[in-house]
């Protein structure tokens, strides 16, 4: 008798096995792409609505087939706490669906108060299971919510505006898995042997799969096209940027120049490269990528245009300002500019909001300034010079403010005193080598290089050279 009752009972665990095996692989697969959706979330380090509620969605899905498969059943037949799990999964799947009809764009502007009270509803019924137990009338309200609202979200998908291709097949997909649905809650009780809901699910999911990958096989598309475009406007920039100054028997310059990005808001010009004559100048615009890159070619324009006047780098910055004003979109300009002149040995300094030049005499750093305001911030700007007295053996020093603003991993500022200091320890150093080795040095300081980096050394060696 015992032995009839084993062999009956494997009977029906194998045939129940059977009958399960479409939900156990659905099941199966629907929780596989849930989990592969939260993942490829999580590996992208920012929440992604669409990404995320699917997955949520998929995954409780995929474990309400398994929940309600005879095979668990017969196993754990009689166990209260397993009925109301199962229920509550049932009660609980329909939230991240709204949630990612939402995020899609399926639901009219004023949907989150709709999405809400979804949310709400099936929360409470979920939490009613939990604690009360299994009651039919809770099952009644949840196929009347779901009966009511998908419906309402596929008709809102045909009254979208202007669509293209991703919309229609999302929206065929919808309507497979609304329709199938709504049979499996409403004649499926009474007409169908078995649940058709998670076949209209599946062609769902693969919809969408299908959507996400023509999504991002074209912003990877988008993607290079705009990689490549970035990597010609990098080398239109570095094409602005003046070649090596000429040999000259007075003057030794050299720069470094690190952008942030592809392209950049810092520049530099030599205005003047004849023998005993240099005069330099450096510019940042405010912020960063290809708006300052666009902002900083007007700026080199707007520098080449006062050649005339480079004697003088006051007059060279109000000329600039004068061009440059209602033309940068509310994006400034800080710059300096420094004009020398081995016959006289005189240097001429003038800046507009730029921080101050070092001029290094004898191994020692002094900072030279002669501010005015930012280039572009107000029409009518004259701007003042200051003249110094220039010796054998002087150097002077221009720079971004990237160069002390760099910050560490604790968040501390390489700050002008390194600066200085490793102006003073390179003293001896040629100019070439001095820039390259003062930017390295920033950028090991630096944890995340967030700003660009330009330098530059000018050594005056003498009238005679």
Avoid at 65 to 79: E, K, P
Avoid at 148 to 175: E, K, Q
């Amino acid at each position: 008798m015992l032995l009839a009752e084993t062999q009956l009972s494997a009977s029906e665990v194998l045939s129940a096995f059977h009958r399960d095996e479409p939900s156990l692989f659905l099941g199966a697969a629907f929780s596989t792409i849930g989990l592969v959706c939260a993942s490829f979330s999580l590996l992208r380090r920012r929440f992604d609505a669409l990404l995320v509620w699917l997955g949520v969605f998929a995954f409780l899905y995929g474990q309400r087939m398994w929940l309600d498969t005879n095979l668990l059943g017969i196993t754990l037949a009689g166990q209260e706490l397993f009925a109301r799990i199962r229920w509550g999964v049932t009660f609980l799947t329909p939230i991240p669906a709204f949630l990612f009809f939402q995020s899609a764009g399926l639901l009219p502007r004023r949907g989150k108060i709709f999405t809400g009270i979804l949310i709400s509803l099936f929360a409470s019924l979920a939490l009613a299971t939990f604690v009360v137990g299994r009651l039919p009338v809770l099952h009644t309200i949840n196929n009347v919510a779901v009966i009511a609202a998908l419906p309402f979200v596929l008709v809102r998908t045909y009254m979208l505006g202007s669509v293209n291709r991703d919309v229609v097949i999302m929206r065929r997909g919808l309507l497979c898995f609304v329709v199938l649905a709504l049979c499996d809650n409403t004649l499926g009780p009474y007409l169908l042997r078995q649940r058709i809901e998670p076949y209209g699910f599946a062609v769902f999911l693969a919809c969408l799969g299908y959507v996400a990958a023509h999504r991002t096989l074209r912003r990877d598309q988008e993607l290079n096209d705009i990689q490549r475009e970035l990597e010609l406007a990098r080398r239109i920039q570095l094409s602005l940027l003046p070649p090596a100054f000429p040999y000259s028997a007075s003057f030794r310059v050299a720069a470094s120049y690190v952008p942030m990005s592809s392209v950049a808001g810092d520049l530099y010009e030599y205005l003047v490269t004849d023998g005993g004559r240099a005069c330099i100048l450096i510019a940042d615009v405010s912020g960063h990528g290809v708006p300052a890159a666009l902002i900083a070619s007007m700026v080199k324009m707007a520098a080449i245009s006062q050649r005339e006047v480079a004697a003088h780098p006051g007059a060279v910055l109000t000329g600039m300002n004068r061009a440059l004003y209602g033309n940068t979109q509310g994006q400034f300009v800080t710059a300096a500019c420094v004009h020398l002149d081995a016959a006289r040995g005189e240097l001429r300094y003038a800046a507009a909001g730029h921080p101050a030049m070092l001029l290094v005499r004898g191994g020692r750093v002094m900072e030279v300034t002669e501010n005015g305001i930012l280039l572009a911030a107000a029409d009518g700007i004259e701007y003042t010079e200051r003249t110094l007295e220039i010796r054998a053996g002087d150097r002077v020093v221009l720079y971004t403010d990237g160069i002390v603003e760099a910050r560490d991993a604790r968040g501390a500022m390489f700050g002008e005193e390194a600066l200085i200091a490793s102006v003073e320890a390179s003293a001896a150093m040629p100019a070439d080598e001095v820039t390259g080795s003062i930017v390295e040095k920033v950028r090991a300081w630096a944890n995340v290089q967030d700003d660009d980096l330009t330098l530059l050394v000018c050594d005056f060696v003498g009238a005679g050279g």
